[in-house]
């Protein structure tokens, strides 16, 4: 209980400081469908995310399938560099078949819920930063988060391997630049996906489980206008696609 209410604290302190950002990737599959009976599960995930990653200059851009009004600040130069790692913590507790918890990605409080069997999940996620920053667009509109299905296979008590589907609405890092060369506001820019993937977990101890999970993402919102290799009036655009490579590590 008292880590509960340090954790609680943590996430109050963080929200009215004005510290966090609101960029959010959907958490673990496997963390989620691991069941603690009764106790409180903590994990801890690290993700290496690779394939189209806007990083800002090197002659790509990154536009919207449609065109979307955007309200810009003249006074910032907003540069996207998306962190291509993720670290997240959690903590969960399941009654019966239903499911909740929160955890923070980086910096940004999560909340969770959904329902877990033997055999499937649905796992349901949101941010709790829903007022402006400053950033480029969607700008009254701070909400990410998603629904993911998720289809598991135990194999006696040890060993367990699932599937997974996702919709969700993720936030990608970028930054604003006020004078200098500091990045003076972490400013997300938001983006919908559609993606699936599969993850292996296994117990090493009684109260502790390992799991591997790789997960494909499809960005709906952008395309890659790349300019490297071609005059601007031969743009060529490509769909964005993420692959992602996650350790989960859980105990109760």
């Not at 510290?19 to 690290?46: Q, R």
């Not at 509109?141 to 919709?167: A, C, K, N, Y």
Request: aromatic share 16%; glycine share 12%.
């Amino acid at each position: 209980m008292n880590r509960l209410a340090c954790l609680f604290v943590l996430f109050v302190t963080m929200m009215l400081a004005g510290c966090g950002v609101s960029s959010i990737h959907p958490p673990s599959a496997a963390t989620f469908m691991e069941k603690s009976d009764g106790a409180f599960l903590k994990s801890v995930s690290g993700s290496l995310y690779l394939g189209d990653l806007a990083y800002g200059g090197l002659g790509v851009d990154f536009v919207p399938n449609k065109e979307i009004k955007k309200e810009v600040n003249d006074d910032w130069a907003y540069v996207e560099r998306e962190v291509p790692v993720d670290i997240m913590l959690e903590i969960q507790r399941s009654i019966g078949y239903f499911k909740f918890g929160g955890g923070l990605d980086f910096l940004t409080p999560y909340l969770q819920i959904g329902f877990v069997s033997d055999y499937l999940g649905v796992m349901g996620w949101g941010n709790l930063w829903l007022w402006q920053l400053e950033k480029v667009e969607h700008k009254y509109f701070q909400w990410g988060g998603g629904l993911s299905l998720i289809e598991q296979l135990p194999i006696g008590d040890s060993f367990r391997m699932g599937l997974t589907q996702h919709l969700s609405r993720n936030g990608r890092h970028a930054c604003a630049f006020d004078t200098g060369i500091a990045c003076t506001h972490d400013t997300p820019i938001f983006y919908d996906e559609i993606g699936g993937g599969g993850y292996i977990s296994f117990v090493p101890r009684e109260t502790l489980r390992f799991g591997l999970e790789f997960r494909y993402g499809r960005d709906l919102t952008y395309k890659r206008k790349d300019y490297s290799n071609y005059p601007e009036k031969y743009e060529k655009f490509s769909n964005m696609d993420r692959f992602v490579l996650t350790i989960s590590v859980m105990g109760w």
